[in-house]
C-alpha cells in the first residue's frame, strides 16, 4: 500500500509537469488552431534563465525560488511574443500546414540556438527552493514534489480566472471561437493572440524551472521529450481544452510512473504510454474532455 | 565563365593540394570522442589525454621520425555519429589508426567498419567484452567489464557487507548491461543475492518510480551501472526517497559532474575506476606533475587512458617501424607489459588491456583512493 501511495505522488508530481507544458499547447491550439512546436523548446529557455538568475540569488530560499521563477516567466513571455510576432503573424490566414512547419523551424532554431550559446554538455541546476523530505505514514514527500504540485495548481487557476473571469480572457474565447466576427465587433485579435502567447511561453518557463528542480540537469535538448509528452496530453485531453491538458498531464505522469515502476514493464514505458493515447482516442476521438464539433461550411 | 568566377574554385583546389602536401608527412592518428552532449564529460576527457600524448611525442621528435597528427572528431553522444565520423576518418583523412574515446556503445558500432578496413582501433574507454570480438584489429587499453563487474561484487560482498543489492541498468546501453549482467554473476556465485532489477533508458530524469519498487525490496546496497548524470540523479532520488544504504557504480562514475549534479547525495558512495592520481608509482607521479603543469589541473581517468590509448598505439607504430595497417596491428597484439599511468598493460590473446583496477570512494565532494584490485 505504502508502495501504492508513493508512486502515486511520484506520478503526480511528475504528471503536474507534464500539465503545466500541456496547458500552452492547448491554450495556442484554442485560439489559432495550430500546434506551437516551439513551445518545448521555450520550456528549455525557461529552465536555462532560471540556472542564470539562480547563480545571482542565494539558494534554499523560497524569494530566490520564486525570484528565478518569476524572473524566467517574464523573460519567457516576452521570448513568446516576440516568435509570434518574427515567425507567426505573418503567416496567418495562410494553410495551417504552413504555421506549422515554421513552428517546427523555430523550435530547431532555439535548439541550435541554446547549443551555442549554452554549450550541449548538461549544466547541473541550482537548488533554488529550500529542500526538505516529510514522512507521511511511510510515504517520503519530498519538498520539491510539493512545489510542483502547488504551483501548477496555482498557475492552472489563474488561468482559469484569466480566461472566464476577465475582459481578456473573454476576448481570447471569442478569438477562439470566430476570429472574424471577434474583430468586428472591436476585438484587437494581434494583442490577444500576443497575451496568449504570453500567457503559454510564462506557463513552460514554470514548467522548465519546475521540471529542473526535480531533475537537475539542464541541456539545450532538454525540452524535447517532456514536450512531446505534454503534447499527447494536451490530445489525450482534448486539445483546446485547458482542463483537459491538466487531466492528461496527470493520467499521463501517473501511467508512466507505475509502468516504470514495474520491473517487467518498465523497457516499454514509452510505448504503453502511447498505446494508452491510442485506446482512448479510439473511443473517445475529440479526447477525454474536449467536444467533437463538426466543421461547419 | 569569366577568370573572376574562376578564381575561388581555384584558390580551394590549390589550398586542398597544398594541406594534401603539407599533410603527407605526419602520422595521423584518428579520434572520435563524445566531446558534446550527454557523455561529453568522458568525451572532453579523454581527447585532452590524447592530444597531451601527441603534444609529448612530438617535443620528444615523434615517431618513426615523424610528427603525429591527432584529428578528432564529436559523436554529439548520438548514435549512429561515431560510425559516420570514423568513415569521414578513414576515407577522406587516411587516418592510420583511429582511438575511440567514448564509450561502449560507440565502439561496438565502429570495431566492424575499423575491422573491415584494416584500420587498428585502439578503444580508451569501452569495457565491454564484445568490442574487441569484432576483430584483429580491435584493441583496448582498459580493463573489460567481466572483471570489473568481478571486482564490484568482491568490494560489495567483503567491504559493504552487502547480502541483498537492487541493481539498476540503463537499457540499451551496452556497457551497463554487461556490467550489471558480470555483477550478478559473481555476486550471486559468492552467496549474494540480487533482489530487484529495475531498468531505464539513457537521458531518462525521473527514477523514482524504479527507486521506489527497490525500496519496498529493501537492499542493503544499490548498484547503478548506468552513466554519472543519470547515476547522480538516482543517488539523489534514492536519498530523498529514504533510501539510505550505501549506492555504488562502475567507472562511469568517474567525473566531477557526478559530485555537481549529485551533491549531497553522492557523499559516500563508492565506484570502480582505472587511475588514481594518489597512487605511489613514480611513472605515475610525474606524469601528473607534466599535466598538471600544463593544463592547470590533475589528470583524470578519463585522460589518463586516453593519454595511454594514443602512447600504446605510439608504441606499436615505432615497433613496426611502419604506419601500414597490418604491420601496427601485430605489433599492438604483441605488447607485453607496456608501462602506462593506468598500469602495467599486457594485450592478451583476445586483445584486452589486462591490468589492475581501482576503488574510490566520494569524500567531501572529491574521489579518494580505496584500494586497487590486481586481476
Known sequence: ?297 | MTIRRRFPLLCLFLSVVALRLAAEDTVKIGMFASLTGREASFGQTNHRGAAFAVEELNAAGGVLGRKVELLAEDTRSLQGEPATVVKKLMSRDKVVAIVSGTGSSAALEVAPLCQAAGVPLVAATATNPRVTEAGDYIFRACFIDPFQGTVLARFAGHSLKARRVAVLVANGNAYSVGLAKYFREKFTTDGGEVIAEQKYADGDKDFRAQLTAIRAARPDAIFASGNYTESALICKQARELGLSGPLFGGDTWDSPALVEIGGQAVEGAYFSGHFSPDATDPAVRSFVERFTRRWGSGPDTGTSLGYDAVMLLADAIKRAGSTEGARIRDALAATKDFAGVTGHITIDAQRNASKSAVIFTVRDGKFQFVESVSP
Open chain 1, 1 to 297: 500500500m505504502t508502495e501504492f501511495l508513493q508512486q502515486l505522488l511520484n506520478g503526480i508530481s511528475l504528471g503536474a509537469i507534464f500539465a503545466l507544458i500541456a496547458l500552452g499547447y492547448t491554450m495556442v491550439y484554442g485560439v489559432l488552431r495550430f500546434i506551437n512546436f516551439a513551445h518545448s523548446d521555450v520550456f528549455m529557455v525557461g529552465a536555462f534563465v532560471g540556472y542564470y538568475i539562480g547563480r545571482h540569488v542565494p539558494e534554499h530560499t523560497l524569494w530566490g525560488g520564486f525570484l528565478a521563477l518569476a524572473g524566467a516567466m517574464a523573460v519567457c513571455a516576452l521570448l513568446g511574443v516576440i516568435i509570434e510576432r518574427l515567425a507567426y503573424r505573418r503567416l496567418r490566414g495562410s494553410p495551417t500546414l504552413n504555421v506549422l512547419i515554421t513552428a517546427i523551424g523555430v523550435s530547431l532554431l532555439l535548439e541550435n540556438l541554446g547549443q551555442f550559446f549554452f554549450g550541449a554538455t548538461p549544466r547541473p541546476f541550482p537548488e533554488l527552493f529550500p529542500v526538505t523530505t516529510f514522512i507521511v505514514g511511510g510515504v517520503y514527500v519530498s519538498s520539491n514534489q510539493l512545489v510542483v504540485i502547488g504551483v501548477t495548481l496555482g498557475l492552472l487557476l489563474a488561468l482559469e480566472f484569466i480566461v472566464h473571469r476577465t475582459k481578456i480572457g473573454t476576448a481570447m474565447r471569442a478569438v477562439s471561437l470566430n476570429p472574424k466576427a471577434a474583430s468586428l465587433v472591436g476585438i484587437n485579435i494581434d494583442v490577444v493572440i500576443s497575451f496568449t502567447f504570453a500567457l503559454g511561453s510564462a506557463l513552460a518557463a514554470a514548467g522548465g524551472i519546475l521540471y529542473a528542480l526535480n531533475y537537475p540537469s539542464i541541456d539545450p535538448l532538454m525540452g524535447v521529450l517532456p514536450g512531446l509528452k505534454a503534447f499527447v496530453a494536451a490530445v489525450l485531453g482534448g486539445i483546446g481544452n485547458i482542463p483537459g491538458a491538466a487531466l492528461g498531464g496527470l493520467l499521463l505522469g501517473i501511467v508512466e510512473t507505475f509502468v516504470n515502476g514495474s520491473a517487467d514493464w518498465s523497457s516499454y514505458k514509452d510505448a504503453i504510454a502511447f498505446a494508452a493515447l491510442i485506446i482512448i482516442l479510439l473511443f473517445r476521438p475529440a479526447g477525454l474532455l474536449g467536444r467533437f464539433t463538426t466543421e461547419k461550411v
